[in-house]
Nanobody, 112 residues
Framework: QVQLVESGGGLVQAGGSLRLSCAASGSIFGIPAMAWYRQAPAKQRELVAAITSSGSLNYANSVRGRFTISRGNAKNTVYLQMNSLKPEDTAVYYC??????WGRGTQVTVSS
């Protein structure tokens, strides 16, 4: 069973950048997809970005062109580079492996 730990969240001003990391306890090779989700207060959890084992990418319309998902060279880390952050990006960001393995999340707060 893969375990996931997110890091890199924090407080940043609008227009700033953050890079989130998701470290897996084991190899994520063979897991069909890794993804980042986020959940803002009183809102449903939503997909932010996903990357498949073949490298296909998918982004939410709200972050396309500002966020970039990538895999680390060691194949057990997934990153989310977030640029041009907006206050509406404020949320807890979660890493997901496959269909059912979640991390505990990392808080991202963007001040206006």
């Amino acid at each position: 069973q893969v375990q996931l730990v997110e890091s890199g969240g924090g407080l940043v001003q609008a227009g700033g950048s953050l890079r989130l990391s998701c470290a897996a306890s084991g190899s994520i090779f063979g897991i069909p997809a890794m993804a980042w989700y986020r959940q803002a207060p009183a809102k449903q959890r939503e997909l932010v970005a996903a990357i498949t084992s073949s490298g296909s990418l998918n982004y939410a319309n709200s972050v396309r062109g500002r966020f970039t998902i990538s895999r680390g060279n060691a194949k057990n880390t997934v990153y989310l580079q977030m640029n041009s952050l907006k206050p509406e990006d404020t949320a807890v960001y979660y890493c997901k492996a496959g269909t059912s393995t979640w991390g505990r999340g990392t808080q991202v707060t963007v001040s206006s």
